[in-house]
């Protein structure tokens, strides 16, 4: 029905940088709130960033603001980006992408599958 590919993960050195890639997919599927999450081992997943598609309005958590920037392709539906800077080895971890929209007559989210990024020297 709706599929979200999640993709750009890696291994990087501290202080590297690395940029997340998330598109959503359906014949009827129209985005409201695309967001980011991450999964530490052993820890709860956690929002990272979201963005209101409609006024591309950013929302981020405190250890991302500053260091990560959340942003929409205007020329691609449901996809978003995820640029990370000055990653820290605390930033390792799974990163998930939901997508939360319009699909017929309701509302639903969907999540891609993760795609891992390892902070380490």
């Known amino acids: 029905q709706v599929q979200v590919v999640d993709s750009g993960g890696g291994t990087v050195q501290p202080g590297g940088s690395l940029r997340l890639s998330c598109a959503a997919s359906?014949?009827?599927?129209?985005?409201?709130?695309m967001s980011w999450y991450r999964q530490a081992p052993g820890k709860e997943r956690g929002l990272v960033a979201s963005?209101?598609?409609?006024?591309?309005?950013?929302?981020y958590v405190d250890f991302a603001k500053g260091r990560f920037t959340i942003s929409r392709d205007n020329a691609k539906n449901n996809t978003i980006y995820l640029q990370m800077d000055k990653l820290k080895p605390e930033d390792s971890g799974v990163y998930f992408c939901?997508?939360?929209?319009?699909?017929?007559?309701?509302?639903?989210?969907?999540w891609g599958q993760g795609t891992q990024v390892t902070v380490s020297s």
């Open positions: 939901r997508a939360w929209g319009r699909v017929r007559d309701s509302f639903d989210e969907f």
């Open positions: 359906g014949p009827t599927f129209s985005s409201v709130l």
């Open positions: 963005l209101a598609m409609a006024i591309s309005e950013p929302n």
